[in-house]
Nanobody, 125 residues
Framework: QVQLVESGGGLVQAGASLRLSCAAS????????MGWFRQAPGKEREFLAT????????VYADSVKGRFTISRDNAKRTLFLQMNSLKPEDTAVYYC??????????????????WGQGTQVTVSS
């Protein structure tokens, strides 16, 4: 099965930038799409962005469009999330996920087959 390991989280001040990484291992040749989600305390897991693993097409949630950029390096089997102009409300645990399915828009947690353990991002005001 696919293993996903996130890194790059931390504590930053408002307005700063962070780049999250998600290293994939295992049968990654079967991945169709990958995505980033986040979950703040007491809230549901929130969709942020998704990318087609081969074609590179991307879709973003309105809450992060223009500030966050999802990308991937197929050769290194790594997914990235560049986060700029961070706000205190961006504080959450950030998760990457992989989907083997060709169906759906990949906006929902149920559309993903594998998840990383999460990395904490804290933005102070």
């Amino acid at each position: 099965q696919v293993q996903l390991v996130e890194s790059g989280g931390g504590l930053v001040q408002a307005g700063a930038s962070l780049r999250l990484s998600c290293a994939a291992s295992g049968p990654t040749g079967s991945i169709y799409a990958m995505g980033w989600f986040r979950q703040a305390p007491g809230k549901e897991r929130e969709f942020l962005a998704t990318i087609n693993w081969v074609g590179g097409n991307t879709v973003y949630a309105d809450s992060v469009k223009g500030r966050f950029t999802i990308s991937r390096d197929n050769a290194k089997r790594t997914l990235f999330l560049q986060m700029n102009s961070l706000k205190p409300e961006d504080t959450a645990v950030y998760y990457c996920a992989a989907s083997f399915s060709y169906h759906g828009n990949h906006y929902y947690t149920r559309e993903y087959d594998y998840w990383g353990q999460g990395t904490q991002v804290t933005v102070s005001s």
